[in-house]
């Protein structure tokens, strides 16, 4: 047997990180959408007994970005070994990475504090999702 034929494809830099914060993407973004239907749910009885209707906006938003997590994990995952979708990849890591910092400010306008420790939480996974998705597209 020829000792240079490699079947395995090499395995790209970033692969095992976009995987990894992949996997996490679709698991936030699997409780964000369970999270956001109760809270959809819940602020539907609290404008009923005459809160602002600013809830449904910041509950409608919490639900999209879930939504949004969850696709741009499973893209991750499915392209985690693949040079041609580093870009794309990138740019759902950035839109995440956007309705994160969006977030903080919906939570602010709908009368919540700014919490500088959410955001960077909520800033990390999106972040080493888009460092993984850059080392793939460098090769």
Avoid: R
Wanted: glycine share 12%.
């Amino acid at each position: 047997m020829d000792q240079g034929y490699n079947m395995q494809p090499q395995k790209l830099k970033g692969a095992t990180m976009l995987k990894v914060t992949g996997i996490l993407m679709i698991i936030g973004g699997s409780l964000g959408i369970i999270l956001s239907i109760v809270a959809l749910l819940g602020v539907a009885a609290l404008v009923a007994l005459g809160a602002s209707a600013l809830l449904y906006l910041a509950a409608i938003f919490s639900l999209v970005a879930a939504v949004m997590e969850l696709v741009a994990g499973i893209v991750g995952v499915k392209n985690n070994n693949n040079a041609e979708k580093a870009n794309s990849c990138m740019v759902w890591g950035i839109i995440v990475a956007v309705l994160s910092v969006l977030g903080q400010v919906v939570s602010v306008i709908a009368g919540g504090n700014f919490d500088v420790v959410s955001l960077i939480t909520g800033l990390v996974i999106p972040v080493l999702f888009i460092i993984g998705a850059c080392m793939n597209k460098q090769g």
